[in-house]
């Protein structure tokens, strides 16, 4: 069930939108400005937003620019001018799609199931392993957990996408070094233990669920998958 989250300062509209959403079977979460909504978004989880524009304080633009710098979550702009400006601002920040007030609910859920046909569509193309709340996106290189971008460095990277590619196998350091820093690395072992501490740290700190990266005494490392993932 997709979790959509609502963010205007009419509540009139807040409510009307929250029963649509409930009848076409998602979950929505209600914010009356910018600020409460990046603080819902922050949470994680978030399938879709619907941003008015004009709300107080942080407006839907500042908000999308805001999660842009994030997350590629979609975001569906809500504006109560029919101009053309507002539909370009939206689109040119990163809005995938736009609504116009007064309308019909059912037009909103519509854009709504649209938009997110096409997001997984372009997920399924562009390649994603996901584990858990966690995801990677094989074209683009982002990795995001519960929606949110997860910040790297290259070698985090190909450290996390060849545990999750290869869930359960065990890397020696010695495997890992040569695989991801070349077979003629001429440094130290304990390189692997660094970056995998760092990176399991990052993992923690971002809410990862779905498995860990176990240490294998004498051996090396894997990743274990929670039961079901």
Known sequence: ?????IADDNAAIREILQIAADAAGFTALLASDGEEAWQIFTEGGIDLLLLDVMMPGLDGFALCQRIRRESDVPIIMITARGDDYDRIMGLDIGADDY???PFSTAEVMARVKA????????EQSAGALACGNLRILEGTGRVEVAGNALPLTHKEYDLLYLFISHKQQIFSREQLLDLLWGYDY????????????RLRAKLEKAGCQGGVIATV???GYRWDCEEGQ
Not at 1 to 5: D, F, N, P, T
Not at 187 to 195: A, E, K, N, P, W
Request: overall charge positive; charged content about 30%; hydrophobic content about 40%.
């Open 99 to 101: 609504v116009v007030k």
């Open 115 to 122: 938009v997110l046909r096409r997001w997984q569509k372009n």
């Open 186 to 197: 001429s440094g130290d072992t304990r390189t692997v233990d660094t970056h995998i501490r």
């Open 217 to 219: 005494w004498g051996r």
């Open 1 to 5: 069930m997709a979790k959509l989250l």
